[in-house]
């Protein structure tokens, strides 16, 4: 079944571009077909699967002449593993490919045709990311398993190593797991939802090498979980903490609202620009320490703070943002939803002796209203760094009527940093100025950018 745009049809295609969900794009007589694990330059057959009358998703069968750009992955799995999608693409197409994807949610979603994006700040492409969460499983024949789903399924593929990782970490997700099985403790098995252990995560501070290994389980208690944890910190001189986080619920939420310290500390240090921050188990932290750095050093040069501002950091987090910004800035303040955050944004403004900072616990729907009050007027600056999903209108009502003389919006989500940005600009009156694209997520079709908003 060939030449017929039915499902099921066999395709011969040239790919051309990298789409925003990592599948490669070709074009068959004007329709647009996209066919995950592909590369630009890439002439293929595919299967259609799913079609519409304009476009549709085809089923990679072969590749019958490989693209420049193909290349050996260094992962071993990349074909199975639903972790990366880009281990395959040179990573000069995969920066190619994010600086498109900005450039294009910027024109089509907020409707800015002029605005010039700066060129994407490259990453070390792979051994970048601070933190692993891996399920845990049972194969076939009952061994524990630790490592990522295989693409679009629930089940796992077992691994030693992960090339995106810290290489620091490989020991742990190689060794820990055979210390589960000896010590019996029960596999959490989603489809019986019966069982214990869910998560092995890993995080690892990657200037001081700290590592901080937290076991996720549906109970409370694990039987000899002390008496590993002991053996662990004295088997692996860099682990510092060994937790256990409770998480019960039916969710596709990896954490649950309380975590144990069974021994060590429960943190992690890490030095981030010039300052000491202390990061815990379930605290949101950037996983790229390196370009967060970058964006940051980008965002204070551009401010050129003069240290009479009045700032406010909304979906502050540990304080990664608001406390190199406060160290420039007469005051800032932090908002943020996760009291664990906010508790380690204090401790970790304190051990820097930084005092010009508040955090408040709360929603920045409910808190943004309110800032005028609490720091004065006119508030010189506020710093937006939301979820995947962006702003919600609340948010940005509130913004508008507090109309701060700049804003800056970093984002993980191009379509959503462009939607509010055009409502910024159409009903705030402010007008973006500038766009600064990074690579957070090397081998992944995710990219991270900041705008930035003056009034
Ligand atoms: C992308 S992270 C940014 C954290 C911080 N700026 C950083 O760079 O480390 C988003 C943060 O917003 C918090 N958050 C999510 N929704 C929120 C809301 N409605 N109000 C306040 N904080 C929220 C999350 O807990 C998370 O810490």
Redesign the pocket.
């Known amino acids: 079944m060939g030449d017929r745009w039915q499902q099921g049809a066999v395709l011969d295609l040239e790919i051309t571009g990298l789409n925003s969900t990592g599948e490669g794009v070709g074009r068959w007589q004007e329709r647009v077909v996209f066919v995950p694990d592909t590369v630009p330059g890439d002439r293929v057959q595919t299967r259609l699967l799913r079609i519409k009358p304009t476009y549709g998703w085809g089923k990679l069968l072969q590749v019958e002449t490989a693209s420049p750009d193909r290349i050996k992955p260094a992962c071993i799995v990349a074909d199975k593993c639903g972790g990366c999608q880009w281990q395959t693409v040179a990573y000069t197409e995969q920066l190619a490919a994010k600086q498109q994807q900005v450039e294009d949610a910027l024109k089509r979603i907020g409707g800015f045709d002029t605005i010039k994006v700066e060129p994407i700040l490259p990453s070390a492409p792979l051994a970048y990311r601070n933190k692993a969460t891996y399920p845990l499983g049972r194969s076939d024949t009952q061994q524990v398993q630790a490592g990522y789903y295989r693409k679009g399924t629930h089940k796992l593929i077992n691994l030693n190593r992960c090339p995106v990782q810290d290489e620091r970490l490989d020991p742990f997700l190689s060794e820990i797991k055979q210390d589960i099985a000896e010590q019996g403790w029960p596999i959490y098995d989603e489809s019986t939802q019966r069982g214990a252990l869910r998560h092995l995560s890993l995080r690892i501070g990657r200037r001081t090498g700290q590592v901080l290994l937290t076991l996720v389980s549906t109970r409370p208690r694990l039987g000899n979980l002390e008496e590993q944890a002991q053996t662990w910190l004295q088997r692996y001189p860099h682990l510092v903490g060994v937790m256990l986080n409770h998480n019960a619920q039916q969710t596709n939420a990896i954490f649950g609202g309380t975590t144990y310290c069974v021994a060590g500390q429960p943190y992690v240090e890490e030095q981030f620009a010039n300052l000491q921050l202390r990061v815990g188990p379930t605290?949101?932290?950037?996983v790229n320490t390196e370009q967060?750095e970058q964006l940051l050093a980008v965002i204070l040069a551009e401010l050129n703070l003069q240290g009479h501002e009045r700032v406010v950091?909304?979906?502050?987090?540990?304080?990664?943002?608001?406390l190199p910004i406060a160290d420039q800035a007469k005051h800032c303040l932090g908002?943020?939803?996760?009291k664990d955050?906010v508790q380690q944004a204090q401790t970790n403004a304190a051990i820097n002796g930084i005092s010009n900072v508040d955090f408040q616990v709360?929603?920045?729907?409910d808190?943004l209203p309110q800032v005028g009050e609490r720091l004065g007027t006119p508030i010189d600056v506020v710093?937006l760094?939301?979820?995947r999903k962006g702003c919600?209108p609340a948010?940005l009502r509130s913004l508008i009527e507090l109309a701060p003389h700049r804003i800056v919006y970093?984002s993980?989500n191009p379509a959503t940093l462009a939607r509010d940005l055009k409502t910024l600009c159409e009903q705030g009156g402010y007008q973006l100025q500038r766009v600064q694209p990074a690579d957070f997520f090397p081998q992944t079709a995710h990219v991270e950018c900041v705008a930035f908003l003056v009034r």
């Not at 908002?335 to 996760?338: C, F, G, T």
């Not at 709360?362 to 729907?365: L, Q």
């Open positions: 605290n949101f932290f950037q967060a950091d909304a979906y502050c987090g540990i304080g990664t943002l608001t908002l943020e939803v996760s955050s709360g929603a920045v729907e808190w710093v760094d939301p979820p919600t948010v970093m993980c």
